[in-house]
């Protein structure tokens, strides 16, 4: 028998990351179920019946599929994996929150489905990526202040894994002490003014699938003299890029918050 045809054939994943990872490995035959929130990668979403949100789930809809394993993600998920585990599901539900977190995911997940190898190359070139990027981002003449902004209101910082990676990539996260909070709700900033006194040179917006508003950040009351908002720093990073930990983050997030450092340095670092 291949390590190929070892680990669960028919698996449900309740969040969009492991989903994208079994499609780079190959894998995505295993998968008959995904969550409706899944966009990376877009076929995904018009290959496999769409059983869950985040915080809710179609029970009866999956157990009609029959799953081997069911992919989940964190304490928000829960109540979803306990009705599943009274029903005789197999569960594995991942709390990964930091850049190390998640590499442990994808080579677990990896090494559930037979694909160990294939995943440690595919990790050892993430990690060579993040690598060159942190090297790049040292000759940079300052580092920029940013504010990532989660969601508007009420205002929420970024979450361990996108502090991290907005390391890498050249930029120092005016809220470190809030990015170890696992939960939103611990990472909200009441009071706007705080940030205000913090004068971030960049903020980038990803408000959890909603659309990033510039204009609206520009007009709150107080703001017109933080620096991001004088010199029109203010960018958007799609929540499906940036806030699920897994490969779009160590990927197509870190680059774009690369690009955004290094563009504000060509502008205004010197």
Same mark, same amino acid.
């Given at each position: 028998?291949?390590?190929?045809?070892?680990?669960?054939?028919?698996?449900? /994943?309740?969040?969009?990351?492991?989903?994208?990872?079994?499609?780079?490995?190959?894998?995505?035959?295993?998968?008959?179920?995904?969550?409706?929130?899944?966009?990376?990668?877009?076929?995904?979403?018009?290959?496999?019946?769409?059983?869950?949100?985040?915080?809710?789930?179609?029970?009866?809809?999956?157990?009609?599929?029959?799953?081997? /394993?069911?992919?989940?993600?964190?304490?928000?998920?829960?109540?979803?994996?306990?009705?599943?585990?009274?029903?005789?599901?197999?569960?594995?539900?991942?709390?990964?929150?930091?850049?190390?977190?998640?590499?442990?995911?994808?080579?677990?997940? @990896?090494?559930?489905?037979?694909?160990?190898?294939?995943?440690?190359?595919?990790?050892?070139?993430?990690?060579?990526?993040?690598?060159?990027?942190?090297?790049?981002?040292?000759?940079?003449?300052?580092?920029?202040?940013?504010?990532? #902004?989660?969601?508007?209101?009420?205002?929420?910082?970024?979450?361990?894994?996108?502090?991290?990676?907005?390391?890498?990539?050249?930029?120092?996260?005016?809220?470190?002490?809030? @990015?170890?909070?696992?939960?939103?709700?611990?990472?909200?900033? @009441?009071?706007?003014?705080?940030?205000?006194?913090?004068?971030?040179?960049?903020?980038?917006?990803?408000? /959890?699938?909603?659309?990033?508003?510039?204009?609206?950040? +520009?007009?709150?009351?107080?703001?017109?003299?933080? @620096?991001?908002?004088?010199?029109?720093?203010?960018? #958007?990073?799609?929540? +499906?890029?940036?806030?699920?930990?897994?490969?779009?983050?160590?990927?197509?997030?870190?680059?774009?918050?690369?690009?955004?450092?290094?563009?504000?340095?060509?502008?205004?670092?010197?």
């Amino acid at each position: 028998m291949s390590t190929a045809s070892l680990g669960p054939q028919r698996i449900v /994943c309740l969040t969009e990351e492991t989903t994208e990872w079994l499609y780079l490995l190959g894998e995505e035959r295993r998968i008959v179920g995904i969550s409706g929130y899944t966009v990376r990668p877009r076929r995904a979403r018009d290959e496999k019946p769409k059983v869950s949100a985040f915080l809710s789930a179609k029970i009866d809809k999956i157990l009609a599929l029959e799953p081997d /394993c069911v992919f989940g993600f964190s304490d928000l998920q829960a109540d979803i994996a306990s009705q599943l585990i009274r029903h005789g599901v197999q569960v594995t539900v991942f709390n990964q929150r930091s850049v190390a977190q998640i590499f442990s995911m994808l080579y677990q997940v @990896a090494a559930m489905v037979g694909q160990a190898e294939q995943g440690l190359a595919r990790i050892a070139a993430l990690q060579a990526r993040l690598d060159a990027i942190r090297m790049a981002a040292a000759t940079l003449p300052r580092r920029p202040r940013v504010f990532f #902004e989660e969601w508007d209101e009420p205002h929420i910082s970024a979450i361990a894994w996108v502090s991290e990676l907005l390391g890498i990539a050249g930029g120092d996260d005016c809220f470190p002490e809030l @990015a170890r909070e696992p939960l939103g709700k611990q990472r909200i900033i @009441a009071d706007g003014a705080e940030i205000v006194r913090r004068n971030p040179d960049i903020i980038i917006g990803s408000w /959890c699938g909603k659309k990033f508003r510039p204009e609206k950040v +520009a007009a709150r009351a107080g703001w017109q003299d933080v @620096a991001a908002v004088r010199h029109g720093e203010l960018h #958007e990073i799609k929540s +499906a890029d940036i806030l699920q930990p897994g490969p779009a983050a160590l990927s197509d997030g870190v680059e774009q918050l690369h690009r955004i450092v290094v563009d504000w340095s060509d502008r205004h670092g010197r």
